[in-house]
Structure formats: C-alpha cells, structure tokens
C-alpha cells in the first residue's frame, strides 16, 4: 500500500495530512496539539512531541487510523486524529 503526506508546520497545533494511493478518498488528519514549527521547538526550552515528523511518526498515525477505522480508498468525510502527550486519540468531533 502506498501513502502520501504533508506535514503542515504552524506556531501551535500542526497537522499532519495523510492520504491513500487513490486521489479524491478520505484523508487522515492528525492534529499535533501543542505541535510546534521546528524553528519555535529549538528557540525554546520545552519540547513539544515528536520532535521529528518523520516516516516513523506517519506510519504509527496510519495504523491507529486503521484501527479506528479509516477508509483510505473509499470517499468519505475526512477522520480527524488528535495527539497530545505521545498518544493517539479519536477527536472528540469524530464521535458522534
């Protein structure tokens, strides 16, 4: 199976978009609560997690978006993720 993603640095809270080898299906988008610009990570003392968004990172937020369900090839709305504190969570949008 194949994967693109982007990884969208902001001040606080960035993202990471995750889609599957069809263009035009459901994405995966994990917020990075607290989530830092690099630049900001190393101007200051406290270090938000990961520190590297990496293919590690993705493949670890691709397999709690399967276990939850995501349907990478089909259409549908887009599957929300949090991570905060080095853990994976459903947002609370998501649950209804």
Request: hydrophobic fraction near 40%.
């Amino acid at each position: 199976m194949q994967f693109r993603w982007r990884f969208l640095p902001k001040e606080q809270d960035s993202t990471l978009a995750v889609y599957g080898s069809i263009s035009g299906r459901q994405p995966l988008v994990v917020t990075l609560r607290g989530g830092q610009e690099s630049w900001v990570i190393f101007s200051t003392a406290s270090i938000s997690e990961p520190a590297m968004i990496g293919p590690k990172f993705v493949r670890q937020a691709i397999e709690y978006g399967l276990i939850q369900g995501w349907q990478l090839n089909k259409p549908g709305a887009i599957l929300h993720v949090d991570y905060e504190n080095s853990n994976f969570s459903v947002h609370p949008n998501q649950l209804n």
